[in-house]
């Protein structure tokens, strides 16, 4: 890929080129929309060109993305905001049109100990209102990392979030916490009947899928149907998973990854039965954050790719599956930005927009 980085003086106007580069035989075109917004972690439409953007230190904000006008709501939320933790997704109803209901993550102090939380609130007139917690998970723990989190809805209006391990290894195959796997919910936040787990004593009915390390990417892929989920690995390990109701994806007791402390590797080794295995490894670890499933046009030659952030290799992952799920392409936009890639969403004109942890949110055209 060829690419042409521009540099901008600061009193240009808003939403200019920094970037162009080729893929597919599209141009690209990169446009810096905002900057300066602290660490943007989750991002959602509520309006043809207005984004609701959660900020980790609990801040909501609304972002034109035609005019570059931006409003900081009233709305607070009292996050836990240690280390990862703090203001995370978030995401519109799927009856938005009607219910004005939008859905969001975040660290809460639960005894002194960050739980990840699911909340909801109700948006009119610009503002937040009637905020309202859904669930407050059995994820407390004393560290300060690993709580998930992307919130995701199938077409049967079931919603999706991820929790992380919690730094607590024993987590990710233990079915009464739900730390360490993929919650499925109903929109009031009641339990589905048909939950993998819900006759069983000995586990949280909520739990869809388990065994996760940091799933910090869930997508619900509309066109083949499916749960795509990116978890973080350790020293190398990161996985993109096709999440199945019920399955156990390995961790701890499986893993690519190695320990940060020696160079042996976690767990029993990569596979053993009864666990799944990933739908792509990166080694050396990337870092994956959040990702989609491209939708676009039908003759787009992006529809279908796997679009993935990296936070620690500073870059914009493509993956292009064959039709035996197999990567048969792999391509890193971004990389001469250098930015730590923390959101990635697809607009109503099939456009990508990305935000990054040094405050900035690009707009990536894909002609």
């Given at each position: 890929m060829k690419f042409v980085l521009f540099l901008l003086s600061p009193f240009l106007l808003y939403a200019q080129t920094v970037l162009n580069f080729q893929s597919e035989n599209r141009q690209i075109e990169v446009k810096k929309l905002f900057s300066n917004l602290?660490?943007?972690w989750g991002m959602t439409f509520v309006g043809n060109k207005e984004l609701l953007v959660t900020l980790k230190e609990g801040t909501f904000v609304l972002l034109?993305?035609?005019?570059?006008t931006k409003k900081v709501l009233k709305a607070r939320i009292d996050v836990l905001l240690n280390g990862q933790g703090g203001l995370l997704d978030i995401q519109t109803s799927p009856n938005f049109k009607n219910d004005r209901t939008v859905y969001f993550t975040y660290v809460k102090s639960v005894d002194n100990q960050g739980a990840t939380t699911l909340a909801k609130a109700r948006f009119e007139s610009g503002e937040l209102h009637d905020m309202q917690d859904i669930v407050v998970t059995q994820s407390q723990s004393d560290t300060s990392r690993h709580f998930g989190s992307r919130i995701t809805f199938d077409e049967q209006e079931h919603l999706f979030f991820g929790v992380g391990d919690r730094g607590v290894r024993s987590n990710g195959q233990d079915l009464l916490t739900h730390a360490g796997s993929i919650l499925?919910?109903?929109l009031d936040g009641s339990v589905p009947k048909d939950n993998p787990f819900v006759k069983e004593n000995r586990a949280r009915p909520e739990i869809y899928s388990y065994g996760h390390r940091n799933p910090q990417g869930l997508y619900f892929d509309k066109i083949n149907q499916r749960l795509i989920e990116g978890e973080h690995g350790p020293r190398g390990g990161d996985e993109v998973n096709i999440i199945q109701k019920g399955a156990n994806y390995g961790w701890a007791t499986i893993s690519y990854g190695k320990e940060y402390w020696n160079p042996l590797p976690v767990g029993e080794g990569t596979h053993k039965k009864g666990m799944e295995q990933p739908l792509k490894v990166y080694?050396?670890?990337i870092a994956p954050s959040s990702l989609i499933v491209y939708q676009g046009e039908m003759n787009s030659p992006f529809r279908g790719n796997i679009f993935q952030g990296a936070l620690k290799l500073t870059h914009l992952n493509r993956l292009v599956l064959d039709d035996k799920d197999n990567v048969i392409t792999k391509e890193r936009w971004l990389?001469?930005?250098h930015e730590r890639i923390r959101n990635v969403i697809e607009?109503?004109?099939g456009n990508l927009l990305i935000s990054t942890d040094s405050g900035n949110i690009y707009?990536?055209?894909?002609k």
């Open positions: 602290g660490v943007p034109d993305t035609q005019s570059g499925r919910l109903n080694i050396p670890s990389e001469d930005m607009d109503n004109s707009q990536l055209i894909l």
